[in-house]
């Protein structure tokens, strides 16, 4: 193995360990925030949902002709 291909393996390496730490510590930082998962979400959003047929999804499925 030459000197540039170790190098690109050790990269590789510190990128992986890197986005596995950013990861766990982005977790701990919502679990430790208290704040629920929904708390950004309008009160309206709150309430719906599922699958809707809304005008859009309408108009969709007459243009692709289902």
Known sequence: M???EQKNVLDRRGFLKGAS???????AA??????????????????????????HVMKFYELSRF
């Open 2 to 4: 030459s000197s540039t």
């Open 21 to 27: 730490v950013a990861g766990v510590a982005g977790v």
């Open 30 to 55: 919502a679990t430790l925030s208290g704040k629920p998962a929904s708390a950004g979400v309008p009160e309206d959003r709150k309430k719906a949902s599922g699958y809707q047929e809304t005008e």
